[in-house]
């Protein structure tokens, strides 16, 4: 009961962001991708998030080709928006989401952009091939997609993808509760809110990760 009301917390989240969202998001393309961009913040370039987007696509494209050619078929756009996680996979819209402020970090290297994108591409390749998402089976969807974030890192230059089998190895043995943790979504949210009116109050800041720490 708790999983599934956390999660309703979290389609409520996604539907408000919708709703705010919905006129002011610009239009890119990068790399045959259509992306929508919803900047928030006036601390941050949409030139330099584009960038790193394409860095990240870049290395995918190099590394694991066969990885982006999938997600080209099953993604219908990404979407770049101010959230309480770095990346997401929305059903419903075939969407990849990839945070605003994760994309603007410049303390991590393209290749944990990357990682995290690739890992949300492995949620749209399992529901194109059918698999769909219920309690018992989101552990072992999280454990594939961390595998796939694994094999993508041992496929890079050791400097480039040792962050990334570091924070895959970390969490693919975890218990279920860990590796597939229930967030209490608008909590989260709120402390997004909170951060993001810390970064208006000194622009200097770095931008942090998705949940307002650095």
Known sequence: MLRRTLADARDRLVR?????TAETGE???VRGFRVVVENSRPDISTGDVLARLDE???????????????????????WVVRYPCRGAYLYAERRCMTELTFL??????AATVASSILHEGMHARMYEMGVRVHEASSARMERICRRAELDFGYALAPALGAPVIERALATIDLDDADVSPDIDWEEAMR?????????SADPAAPPGDA????
């Open 16 to 20: 408000w962001l919708r709703a705010e």
């Open 27 to 29: 239009v890119h393309e």
């Open 56 to 78: 990240a696509l870049a290395l995918i494209e190099r590394y694991m080709p066969w990885r982006m050619r999938h997600m080209r078929r099953d993604l219908r756009d990404f």
């Open 104 to 109: 603007a970090r410049r303390d991590i290297t």
């Open 191 to 199: 402390r997004v809110q909170s951060a993001d009116r810390a970064a």
């Open 211 to 214: 949940h307002g720490r650095p």
